[in-house]
Every structure is written in C-alpha cells, then in structure tokens.
C-alpha cells in the first residue's frame, strides 16, 4: 500500500517541497529503441488484440503498450485487484503530441496565469506548496476513450481494453484559490489550460483544454503536484496537472505550466473538434446515425468491473468463493452496486468497501456458490448517487467514447 500523507502538513510540505525541487528529473522519455525491449504479450479479449508488455518507461513497471511516440500505456488489469488506488508505477499513460519533455527542472518550473485577470501571476512550486492551502482529493482519472477496443462495430483511436483509468489521491491547491490570487476580470468567461508538450509538425494544433469560469472555480477542480503522496511521474504530468474531478482526463492538462483566462468561449481544435460527443443520453447514438447534435465531452457515468475472477476462472462446485471488483460513480458517488450470479435475471447488492470520497473506485465484494458443475455467467452494475446506472446494453458513438456498459464474466464449476 502507498505510503501515508504524513498527518503534521509543515513536514509534509518540506518533504514535497524537497521531492520536487530535488534538481532536474533525469529521465530517457525518448532514449529508448522501439521494439527492442520486450519478449512478452498478451492477448486483448479482442479482435487485433495482442500487445506487448514493457516496462523501460522511466518511473513505470510493466504496462501494456498500445503505441510508443506519443506514449500510449495501459493499466494491466490485475493492479486493480490489489487496491483502490493505483500505483503511479503502474498508471496508464496518454499523450497526443509527441514533442514531450525529457526532464524538467523542478527549481526553475513557473506557472503562468495570464489573460483577462488584473495581476499577471508566475508561480513558482514552491509558491504553490508554500503560499496556498493543500487539499487532497482521492479522484478517478478515465480516458474518454477507455474500453473503445469492445465498440461494435469498432472505431478508430487508442484500442483500450479496460486499463485507460486509475484512481489517485491527488495533493496540491484548489485552481480557486490561484486564480483569486490573480483576481478574474468582470468578462472573463472560461479559463484555458496548456502544458508543456507540443507537436512536431507547423499547424499541428497545440493541445489546449477549456472550462468555464463558474466550473474552475467550484473549488473542487485543483492543480496537483502529487500523486498518492509522491511527485507525479514525469509522463503523467510532472510537475504540476490539472485535475477535473467527476470528469473524463482529457480535460485534466499534464505538464500544465500556462493558464490563460479568455473572455470568449474557447474554439481551439481541442474543443471544437476533438473530444466531441452525441448530445444524448449516455453519449449513446445508433451506429451510423448522422445530424446528431455534437457538444464536448464532460462528466463520467458510473462503472463496476470484476477484478478478482475472470472469464479463465474454474470455481469448485459447492465451494464458497470470494467474488469482487471496484466500481465509481462518475460525477457522483456510488449509491450501490448490484451483482447478478444467474446471467442479469436477478441482481443483489454487494457489500461496499471503505469510501475514499465520491470521485474515488470503491471496492465491492460478494460470494458464489456454484451449486453444480457448468458455466455461469456473472454480472455487475453500478448505480451512482444521482440514481444513474450503467446499462444493460453498449452504447456507440463514433469517438468510442463513454463505455460503460454492466461487465459480465463466465465463471466456469467443476
Ligand atoms: N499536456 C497534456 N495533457 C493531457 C493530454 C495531452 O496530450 N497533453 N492528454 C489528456 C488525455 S486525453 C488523457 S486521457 C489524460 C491521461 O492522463 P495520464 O497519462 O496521466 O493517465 O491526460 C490528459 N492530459
Ligand atoms: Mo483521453
């Protein structure tokens, strides 16, 4: 298990202060040969399924790799068995423009908050760590796109399987606060985020992320300088990201060392034509069906997944066993999480572990007994606070966004 945030904040803050600050991160983000480091796969449950394991990403174990420059990594799924909060060494990864940087200076890292604001700010980590209150938030991070390998018919992007999320408790300060700081003109309307990453290409568009004014200010979006009591990992935002709470991650900018506050809505390639969604419930639109309104994509939906059993597991007929998983909520906590050991006829609630807050995975646990031998095929759904729960049936769009679907898994008794 991580290690605790230590309960005395001024030691606390020394210590980060000192992790961050501790020089230049050396790291080989791009020193690596391609291809030439693994030996072993594995096979995604789907069609083109079959990945490599690597684990030469600096400050990352093995993680399944979907494509190296600009990285793409997947969590295996077992990590999330051994806990509700996923080790850093093992976060999956995302990035959209190859142009990374290879090691950053924590000593000489500014953040600049600029725009429609009456003082210009550029924050130092140490007047981040050291001048606003510390807040930690135990809140999932999920790729839009997590899950787009199971979309039937398929479409184009990442092919996840089921690793394109993970749940960190993130220290850091409330975007709130930083802005007051900086004070907001009376016509500012959205507050727009960039890091430290760029394309390659001239006109390649920088990635830029967006939210309204009434939105960054909730208190509840925060800028976050670690993660699960460490400094982030260089490739999931060191030293400093933007997390969006109950939100999908394309929203929660890494490497973020520019925030500019606009008094115009936002119309960069990153919000106008990217990351776009059917303005429909759950995202959801019949394959193909065209003149659907687009709007960008923003809150998460509630999912629960098996984590402990799987569709190679053998039970012993008449024997007790231990079933569970992790399930969030979305933009809400969990209500409840329902599980079916008959093939969705029935569904019974699980027994909810330790609640680390409404944005965090909770654990869920339940028992079966195979009463013969056969298959038997099990089912969970998650029901989030606001009474919205995952559907029995996938949905489609073509961004293969927003999957959520209840999981199923053929336990086999013998
Ligand atoms: N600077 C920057 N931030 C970014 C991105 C990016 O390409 N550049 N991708 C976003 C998307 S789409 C995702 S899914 C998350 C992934 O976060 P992670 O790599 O820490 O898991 O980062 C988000 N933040
Ligand atoms: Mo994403």
Same mark, same amino acid.
């Given at each position: 298990m991580r290690e605790k945030l230590d309960s005395q904040p001024e030691l606390e803050r020394r210590r980060i202060l000192r992790v961050l600050t501790a020089g230049g991160l050396a790291s080989t983000l791009g020193g690596f040969t391609p291809g030439a480091w693994s030996n072993e796969t594995l096979e995604m449950p789907f069609e083109n399924g079959r990945r490599d394991i690597v684990s030469n990403f600096p400050q990352k174990s093995k993680m399944i790799l979907l494509r190296t420059r600009p990285p793409l990594l997947e969590t295996p799924f077992s990590v999330f068995d051994r806990g509700v909060f996923t080790p850093n060494s093992q976060f999956y990864v995302r990035w959209?423009?190859? @142009?990374?940087? =290879?090691?950053?200076?924590g000593t000489k890292f500014r953040l600049a908050v600029r725009g429609q604001v009456n003082q210009v700010l550029s924050l130092s980590l140490k007047d981040l760590i050291t001048k606003f209150e510390r807040i930690d938030l135990a809140a999932v991070n999920q790729c839009s796109g997590n899950s787009r390998g199971w979309f039937a018919p398929r479409v184009a %992007?990442?092919?996840? @399987? @089921?690793?394109?999320m993970g749940n960190a408790m993130w220290t850091g300060v409330r975007l709130k606060d930083v802005l007051a700081r900086a004070g907001l003109k009376g016509d500012a309307l959205q507050v727009r985020f960039n890091g430290m990453d760029t394309g390659v290409l001239p006109g390649t568009p920088d990635f830029l992320k967006s939210l309204d004014v009434a939105h960054a200010n909730d208190g509840e979006v925060m800028l976050a300088y670690a993660m699960n009591g460490e400094a982030l990992p260089l490739i999931n935002g060191f030293p400093l990201r933007l997390i969006v709470p109950?939100?999908? +991650? =394309?929203?929660? *900018?890494?490497?973020?060392n520019d925030i500019e506050v606009l008094n115009k809505p936002d119309d960069n390639y990153w919000m106008t034509k990217a990351y776009l969604i059917p303005d429909t419930p759950g995202g959801n639109i019949g394959v193909g069906q065209t003149g659907v309104k687009m709007v960008p994509i923003n809150k998460m939906v509630p999912r629960s997944f098996f984590t @402990? *059993? +799987?569709?190679v597991t053998t039970l012993k007929v008449g024997k007790s066993q231990s079933i569970r998983g992790i399930a969030f909520g979305g933009d809400a906590g969990i209500k409840q999480v329902l599980v079916s050991l008959d093939d969705g006829k029935t569904f019974a609630p699980a027994k909810l572990g =330790?609640?680390? %807050?409404?944005?965090s995975f909770r654990q869920w646990q339940t028992t079966f007994v195979p009463p013969e031998a056969g298959k038997f095929v099990l089912k969970v759904k998650a029901i989030n606070s606001n009474g919205l729960a995952q559907p029995d049936a996938p949905i489609w769009n073509p961004g293969g966004f927003m999957r959520n679907v209840v999981e199923s898994v053929t336990l086999a008794a013998a």
């Open positions: 959209h423009l190859p @142009n990374i940087p =290879t090691a950053i200076d %992007g990442g092919q996840w @399987n @089921n690793g394109a109950g939100w999908y +991650s =394309t929203y929660w *900018v890494k490497m973020l @402990n *059993v +799987s569709d =330790t609640d680390h %807050g409404k944005y």
